[in-house]
């Protein structure tokens, strides 16, 4: 079972910048993709990035691409999501996750089967 750590998040004012970063227990997977995804209140879960361990290819949704940044740390086994830029609709909590095997789908939440527990990033107009 695999176990992802959330970190990071906090209270910015627009403009300002926050990185996340997501531990991962293992890696027992000889192919992954590792993701953010983001909830706001009221709305259903969307997909933020993600990125493919081996190789590093990225994908970022429309309405952070520019801004925000996938990257990831071997030796660690976590992932980052700097964020540049911030404005209030960038508000929510936060969740990475991983999804085995490659990169079909990697915008649906449901190809992904471990979740962090999520950490919460408000923006402040």
């Known amino acids: 079972q695999v176990q992802l750590v959330e970190s990071g998040g906090g209270l910015v004012q627009a403009g300002g910048s926050l990185r996340l970063s997501c531990a991962a227990s293992e890696r027992t997977f000889s192919s992954y993709v590792m993701g953010w995804f983001r909830q706001a209140p009221g709305k259903e879960r969307e997909f933020v990035a993600a990125?493919?361990?081996?190789?590093?290819?990225?994908w970022y949704a429309d309405s952070v691409k520019g801004r925000f940044t996938i990257s990831r740390d071997n030796a660690k086994n976590t992932v980052y999501l700097q964020m540049n830029s911030l404005n209030a609709e960038d508000t929510a909590v936060y969740y990475c996750?991983?999804?085995?095997?490659?990169?079909?789908?990697?915008?649906?939440?449901?190809?992904?089967?471990?979740w962090g527990q999520g950490t919460q990033v408000t923006v402040s107009s």
């Open positions: 990125i493919l361990w081996s190789g590093g290819s990225t």
């Open positions: 996750a991983v999804k085995p095997g490659n990169s079909d789908r990697y915008y649906r939440e449901f190809s992904y089967r471990y």
